[in-house]
């Protein structure tokens, strides 16, 4: 149990499909991450939310919509996904989003582009 | 964005080997954390390094943190097969204000065999 939950932890859609990702922290923490990991690439940073506003967009694709209706749930809203879009999408929460403060990760989504 | 480079990518050793992957950068970091992740898990913290020329201990890992806040090294001593795993740095950058961002480096994909 890490404090952090992802659902669903696979995900297979076509690239018309609708979805979301969903995350919840119950650590009581005030700010939420999506990062993508992809093979042989570092983990992307895509979106900071930090008491449920956004601080942090890196460039993200529209097809891509993050929501975070309160501290404690954020989630990814995907639709019309490319191929190269399919990765592991973790979801990871912070108290606050200062420079030592450890981010606690769920354990992702699997995501496939069909 | 600041880079870190990770190496080296792959190491395979026998169980009771001694190891030291290393986190370099051009550029200052506010502080570094180290991360291992296992197969179908998220990344789960193992130390922060905030102090140039800190060193950190934890059971058989020491961590240390380069005198110009740049690079990072982390020595394993007598590895054991439980050590298995992709061991990721990240470095604290600020984003604006008071919030930090952390970037990753690649990853070092450790396997140790019995």
């Known amino acids: 149990e890490t404090g952090v939950t992802q659902t669903p932890r696979h995900l297979v859609m076509g690239m018309t499909n609708k979805k979301s990702l969903k995350c919840e922290q119950h650590?009581?923490?005030?700010?939420m991450y999506w990062y993508k990991q992809s093979a042989k690439k570092p983990l992307e940073l895509m979106f900071v939310?930090?008491?449920?506003?956004?601080?942090e967009n890196n460039s993200v694709p529209s097809r891509f919509s993050p929501e975070c209706p309160n501290s404690s749930h954020l989630f990814l809203h995907l639709h019309t996904l490319q191929p190269e879009d399919s990765a592991l999408y973790l979801c990871?929460?912070?108290?606050?989003?200062?420079?030592?403060?450890?981010?606690?990760f769920g354990d992702g989504t699997r995501l496939s582009i069909l | 964005t600041q880079l870190l480079e990770q190496s080296p990518q792959f190491l395979s050793i026998q169980e009771g080997e001694n190891l030291t992957v290393y986190c370099n950068s051009s550029?200052?970091?506010?502080?570094l954390q180290w991360y291992r992740q296992e197969p179908g898990e998220g990344p789960v913290l193992l130390v922060t390094?905030?102090?140039?020329?800190e060193v950190k201990k934890l059971k058989r890992l020491t961590f240390q943190f380069g005198d110009a806040r740049k690079d990072s090294s982390l020595h394993i001593t007598a590895a054991q097969p439980g050590d298995t795993g992709l061991y990721l740095c990240?470095?604290?950058?600020?984003?604006?204000?008071?919030?930090?961002?952390?970037?990753f480096g690649k990853g070092t994909l450790l396997t140790v065999n019995p």
């Open positions: 550029s200052v970091f506010s502080s």
């Open positions: 390094v905030v102090t140039g020329g």
């Open positions: 939310y930090n008491f449920k506003e956004q601080t």
């Open positions: 650590l009581g923490h005030n700010a």
């Open positions: 990240a470095g604290a950058e600020n984003s604006g204000g008071s919030n930090y961002k952390l970037t």
């Open positions: 990871a929460s912070s108290q606050g989003s200062y420079s030592n403060q450890p981010q606690h």
